[in-house]
């Protein structure tokens, strides 16, 4: 009975299939229990280190979908060269598989890994490639001659951003890239910790946030919850730091796509590769994507720099902290904790598929923000007091 509730409870070879063209791998080759994720993968001496990289990103994938089932790479060469995943309750099993396309023919693109994978394919081809990253504003990321591509998505040790570094013999171009949905910056419990206990003390002081204490521990320490997630408005300098950390700026930049095959364009060895937005500096940072600091609850979090176990600090877009229609039910704060005025106007999310330079504003109707930081209220604002804020009568 147990071996049947087991069979039962396994993940399924549709429930992959689906998991995978859900976050961009939409050519999978069946064969059995056996998925081939399809790529384009250069050829090379980097053939199977892209190959690798693009395993790892599916297997990434695939733990967040099927903790249970607990995916892991086995480096059985029954399976492949490099091995594949494979599942602890179930026969299938999930390789990479190379396109055979090679340097003349573009095909889908899931994420940097295969971006990358793409572009060397170009350098194999042709010894070189001129790449362009461009949105409908003209800003522009570009390297001529072009002849190496590497996945950096891992070392984010001294606060680098970059998902992948495109290099020649003259200089390198270190890339950030960002799906449109994206809501997260930066993960900041250490950096940000103190300055968002002050806010917090300061704010469960005025009685406009309360703190919970919850029935259970995290590492010893008790559990707290917010009644309402805080949302602060950083410093220039914080902003600019948590979008483009310590290698981005000015050296390379931040694009925001969530790619498909239409956004690539090749003439020989010359690639354009049309964005939503491209980033190189603070006053190119669309509206939808200023970045803002979110205090929100999480029970696994416990921040000694902060000293409340329970709470999670976050560098997030504008939309993620204020909603996208700017009315999301949280404290705005400015960097003293002091409650400010949101954004007005009716803001609209901009349509995955539009790429007109007036979307990019289109999340508020306000003007351009003047810094990184949502500047929700300017210096000449006082705090609001009346009690639709407090959510009683001002007691000063």
Same mark, same amino acid.
């Given at each position: 009975?147990?071996?049947?509730?087991?069979?039962? #409870?396994?993940? @399924?070879?549709?429930?992959? #299939?689906?998991?995978? !063209?859900?976050?961009?791998?939409?050519?999978?080759?069946?064969?059995?229990?056996?998925?081939?994720?399809?790529?384009?993968?250069?050829?090379?001496?980097? $053939?199977?280190?892209? %190959?690798?990289?693009?395993?790892?990103?599916?297997?990434?994938?695939?733990?967040?979908?099927?903790?249970?089932?607990?995916? @892991?790479?086995?480096?059985?060469?029954?399976?492949?060269?490099?091995?594949?995943?494979?599942?602890?309750?179930?026969?299938?099993?999930?390789?990479? !598989?190379?396109?055979?396309?090679?340097?003349?023919?573009?095909?889908?693109?899931?994420?940097?890994?295969?971006?990358?994978?793409?572009?060397?394919?170009?350098?194999?081809?042709?010894?070189?490639?001129?790449?362009?990253?461009?949105?409908?504003?003209?800003?522009?990321?570009?390297? $001529?001659?072009?002849?190496?591509?590497?996945?950096?998505?891992?070392?984010?040790?001294?606060? $680098?951003?970059?998902?992948?570094?495109?290099?020649?013999?003259? %200089?390198?171009?270190?890339?950030?890239?960002?799906?449109?949905?994206?809501?997260?910056?930066?993960?900041?419990?250490?950096?940000?910790?103190? !300055?968002?206990?002050?806010?917090?003390?300061?704010?469960?002081?005025?009685?406009?946030?309360?703190?919970?204490?919850?029935?259970?521990?995290? =590492?010893?320490?008790?559990?707290?919850?917010?009644? !309402?997630?805080?949302?602060?408005?950083?410093?220039?300098?914080?902003?600019?730091?948590?979008?483009?950390?310590?290698?981005?700026?000015?050296?390379?930049?931040?694009?925001?796509?969530?790619?498909?095959?239409? /956004?690539?364009?090749?003439?020989?060895?010359?690639? @354009?590769?049309?964005?939503?937005?491209?980033?190189?500096? $603070?006053?190119?940072?669309?509206?939808? /994507?200023?970045?803002?600091?979110?205090?929100?609850?999480?029970?696994?979090?416990?921040?000694?720099?902060?000293?409340?176990?329970?709470?999670?600090?976050?560098?997030?877009?504008?939309?993620?902290?204020?909603?996208?229609?700017?009315?999301?039910?949280?404290?705005?704060? =400015?960097?003293?904790?002091?409650?400010?005025?949101?954004?007005?106007?009716?803001?609209?999310?901009? =349509?995955?598929?539009?790429?007109?330079?007036?979307?990019?504003?289109?999340?508020?109707?306000?003007?351009?923000? @003047?810094?990184?930081?949502?500047?929700?209220?300017?210096?000449? /604002?006082?705090? %609001?007091?009346?009690?639709?804020?407090?959510?009683? #009568?001002?007691?000063?």
């Amino acid at each position: 009975m147990r071996d049947l509730i087991n069979l039962l #409870e396994s993940v @399924t070879k549709l429930e992959v #299939e689906s998991a995978l !063209k859900k976050n961009g791998y939409t050519d999978l080759k069946v064969n059995g229990n056996a998925l081939g994720v399809m790529v384009q993968i250069p050829d090379g001496a980097k $053939k199977d280190e892209f %190959r690798k990289s693009i395993l790892d990103n599916v297997l990434v994938i695939l733990q967040k979908s099927f903790p249970k089932s607990n995916p @892991t790479i086995s480096s059985d060469p029954r399976l492949s060269s490099i091995g594949g995943i494979v599942f602890s309750d179930s026969a299938v099993r999930v390789l990479v !598989k190379d396109l055979g396309i090679q340097g003349d023919q573009s095909a889908g693109v899931a994420n940097e890994v295969e971006m990358a994978s793409m572009l060397q394919s170009v350098i194999e081809k042709y010894g070189s490639a001129n790449v362009t990253f461009v949105d409908p504003r003209g800003k522009s990321l570009v390297i $001529k001659d072009c002849n190496s591509v590497d996945v950096a998505g891992r070392d984010t040790a001294n606060s $680098k951003k970059a998902d992948v570094v495109l290099s020649s013999s003259e %200089r390198s171009l270190p890339i950030s890239i960002k799906k449109l949905n994206a809501e997260a910056w930066e993960s900041a419990d250490n950096l940000f910790g103190s !300055k968002a206990r002050e806010i917090i003390d300061k704010l469960v002081d005025d009685g406009l946030v309360k703190l919970k204490k919850l029935d259970k521990t995290r =590492d010893g320490e008790p559990v707290y919850a917010l009644s !309402k997630e805080i949302v602060i408005e950083p410093t220039e300098q914080e902003a600019v730091r948590a979008i483009f950390g310590s290698d981005l700026n000015p050296k390379g930049g931040v694009v925001i796509q969530t790619f498909k095959p239409e /956004h690539f364009t090749q003439k020989g060895n010359n690639v @354009t590769v049309e964005c939503h937005a491209v980033i190189t500096n $603070k006053e190119d940072i669309p509206e939808s /994507h200023l970045m803002v600091w979110l205090l929100r609850n999480d029970s696994n979090r416990n921040s000694k720099a902060l000293g409340l176990a329970g709470i999670r600090i976050m560098g997030v877009t504008l939309t993620r902290g204020i909603g996208k229609s700017g009315n999301k039910d949280v404290i705005l704060v =400015d960097q003293d904790g002091n409650v400010v005025d949101r954004p007005v106007g009716e803001p609209q999310e901009p =349509d995955s598929g539009e790429t007109d330079a007036a979307t990019l504003d289109a999340v508020t109707s306000t003007p351009r923000l @003047t810094g990184p930081g949502a500047r929700a209220a300017r210096t000449s /604002h006082e705090p %609001r007091m009346d009690r639709a804020t407090l959510g009683r #009568e001002y007691k000063g």
